[in-house]
């Protein structure tokens, strides 16, 4: 059974920094693709990072390129999004995801998120 649970977020100042994790089981980086996605309130869902292990691949929302890093730690199997030079505009509910796809995951799964805040 995939499971993925986020956490580290919180509340910051605009230029502040936050590093989320997310931890994975039920399936390994070797085999899926794994992402961040954010919920903003009457906005829809969107995709900010992903990582392919087997791919050796990274893609960023350009919003968030050179301000956002993922990184992903096969042995833990946590996958980590640190988050620099944050802005308002940052702020939602932030979800883990995997699924199909190589070097970026389908919607197929994703967990409970964590509340990022970014006040100006």
């Known amino acids: 059974e995939v499971q993925l649970q986020a956490s580290g977020g919180g509340s910051v100042q605009a230029g502040g920094s936050l590093r989320l994790s997310c931890a994975a089981s039920?399936?390994?980086?070797?085999?899926?693709?794994i992402g961040w996605f954010r919920q903003a309130p009457g906005k829809e869902r969107e995709g900010i990072s992903c990582?392919?292990?087997?791919?050796?691949?990274?893609w960023y929302r350009p919003s968030a390129n050179g301000r956002f890093t993922i990184s992903a730690d096969n042995v833990k199997n946590v996958v980590y999004l640190q988050m620099n030079s944050l802005k308002p505009e940052d702020t939602g509910v932030y979800h883990c995801?995997?699924?199909?796809?190589?070097?970026?995951?389908?919607?197929?799964?994703w967990g409970q998120g964590t509340q990022v805040t970014v006040s100006s």
């Open positions: 990582i392919s292990v087997s791919e050796n691949t990274t």
């Open positions: 039920g399936f390994t980086f070797d085999d899926y693709a």
């Open positions: 995801f995997t699924g199909e796809g190589i070097e970026c995951p389908d919607y197929d799964y």
